[in-house]
């Protein structure tokens, strides 16, 4: 099963974007014990993990992102978030949602371009 995230688009250093991702309804039953996590893959880069967040909550950040990007869940619209701000250019990435840890199957992901 592919997790679609979305959300992505051109925003100036500096700014705010808000990632989402919903589970399709063929996981929907089993959506809320899922550990779920963000990553991202530069271009030229392997993917990397950017976030995590546990079935109860519990969260963990890479130590490039932490205190800038924040994961969030909502089981009952089986939705999973990735607030982020203070963007850098850095930052610039395709995103994708995935379980944690993450199955073999990826989505399209979306795409975040900090210009500087």
């Known amino acids: ?9 051109l925003v100036q250093a500096g700014g705010s974007l ?10 929907f039953s089993v959506f809320s014990p899922l ?9 030229g880069k392997e993917r990397e993990s950017v976030a995590s967040i546990t079935s109860d909550g519990a969260t ?5 992102v932490k205190g800038r990007f924040t994961i969030s869940r ?7 978030y990735l607030q982020m701000n203070s963007l850098k250019s850095e930052d610039t ?3 994708y949602c995935n379980t944690n840890p993450p199955s073999n199957n990826w989505g399209q992901g979306t795409l975040v371009t ?3």
């Open 1 to 9: 099963v592919q997790l679609q995230a979305s959300g992505g688009g």
């Open 18 to 27: 808000r990632l989402s991702c919903a589970a399709p309804r063929s996981i």
């Open 35 to 43: 550990d779920m996590g963000w990553y991202r893959q530069a271009p």
């Open 60 to 64: 963990n950040y890479s130590d490039s």
């Open 74 to 80: 909502n089981n009952s619209k089986k939705t999973v």
């Open 93 to 95: 990435s395709v995103y």
């Open 114 to 116: 900090v210009s500087s």
